[in-house]
């Protein structure tokens, strides 16, 4: 069973950064698409930025373009989002998840039960 396990969540102030972990086992990186999601309180959850699997395409939502940086290493088997510029409407829980049918340049598909997710980690923007 694909294992996903985010980390790196906190309280930050507006303005601030954190970077997101989320370290894969019993798979590879390279052989699946995999993202980063997040849901608010009250809210449905939402894509926010993907990698395909060779790490040539990435997509990111609207909401967070040009402040967040999705990246991977294979080595380590970890995904990353660094989150930079952070404002109080970023607060949610932050998941990552291989539930993807699609990551490119432009879109990203998912669907809940298409892949595996990690228990998230709680991103809170607050002054």
């Known amino acids: 069973q694909l294992q996903l396990v985010e980390s790196g969540g906190g309280l930050v102030q507006p303005g601030g950064s954190l970077r997101l972990s989320c370290a894969a086992s019993?798979?590879?990186?390279?052989?699946?698409?995999i993202g980063w999601f997040r849901q608010a309180p009250g809210k449905e959850r939402e894509g926010v930025s993907c990698?395909?699997?060779?790490?040539?395409?990435?997509y990111y939502a609207d909401s967070v373009k040009g402040r967040f940086t999705i990246s991977k290493d294979n080595a380590k088997n970890t995904m990353y989002l660094q989150m930079n510029s952070l404002k109080p409407e970023d607060t949610a829980i932050y998941y990552c998840?291989?539930?993807?049918?699609?990551?490119?340049?432009?879109?990203?598909?998912?669907?809940?039960?298409?892949?595996?997710w990690g228990q998230g980690t709680q991103v809170t923007v607050s002054s």
């Open positions: 998840s291989t539930a993807l049918q699609y990551c490119g340049p432009r879109s990203m598909i998912w669907g809940p039960d298409f892949g595996s």
């Open positions: 990698i395909s699997n060779s790490g040539d395409s990435i």
């Open positions: 019993e798979f590879t990186l390279d052989y699946y698409p």
